[in-house]
Structures are given as C-alpha cells and as structure tokens.
C-alpha cells in the first residue's frame, strides 16, 4: 500500500520559502496524480498544486492560493514530490498535506479524489 510521508515544515518569517517534500514508499510510478493541499485553522482545505503523470514526464500545475509563489515538481529517482514555496505569508500557515492515486486526475480535484494521504507537516508564517 502506497505510504506517504511529508517533510520540511516549520516556523518561518514572511517573506521567507520553505520546501516541502513527499516520500512515496512505493514506486511512483503507481500514481498517476499527486497533489499538495493545505488545511488552515478555520478554512477550508484547498489544493495548491497537482502533479500529473503523462507517459513518463510529470507535468506540474500551480492552483489557488498556490498560484504564483508555490511549485511543485517529482523526483521520480528519489520517490519524492516537492512543494517550494516562497514569498510565505501569515495566511499561508496551514497543515500540508500530499496526496497520491492510480488514477488519472483532471480539473481542480478534491482530497476525496485520491486514495493515499500522508499526516501532513506544519507550516507557520509569522508577520
């Protein structure tokens, strides 16, 4: 079973950048779409960036609040999906979380969308 693992939140001032990473215990190849999504306290949680798989390239896309200042990108080698992140504001402090499924995604999915989901890290960004 597809095990997801996040790393690289923390406390940060705004205006800095972060970079979070996604272990996938088994071969990526198995996943078809990744996504990153955040969950604020008091907000919805909403997705920021989608990875999706064609043939063998990922092509990565940028969405909501993660437009402009978020990417994301696989390392297919390392099993590892990323989400940099620069330009942080207070309203980016949120629980990040990845997430994985054999299938193929299309629009702006939802976390219901993907059958594997790591625990998430914490960001904070302080003013």
């Known amino acids: 079973q597809e095990q997801l693992a996040e790393a690289g939140g923390g406390t940060v001032e705004a205006g800095g950048s972060l970079r979070l990473s996604c272990l996938v215990s088994?071969?990526?190849?198995?996943?078809?779409?990744m996504a990153w999504f955040r969950q604020g306290s008091g907000t919805e949680r909403e997705v920021v960036a989608i990875?999706?798989?064609?043939?063998?390239?990922?092509?990565?896309e940028s969405v909501n609040s993660g437009k402009d200042r978020f990417s994301a990108y696989a390392d297919v080698a390392a099993s590892t999906l990323y989400l940099q992140m620069s330009d942080l504001r207070p309203e980016d402090t949120a629980l990040y979380i990845c997430?994985?499924?054999?299938?193929?995604?299309?629009?702006?999915?939802?976390?219901?969308?993907?059958?594997?989901r790591g625990q998430g890290t914490q960001v904070t960004v302080n003013s």
């Open positions: 997430a994985a499924d054999r299938h193929r995604c299309t629009g702006i999915p939802d976390m219901s969308d993907f059958e594997h």
């Open positions: 088994e071969h990526m190849g198995h996943a078809d779409c």
């Open positions: 990875v999706r798989r064609t043939g063998e390239r990922w092509n990565a």
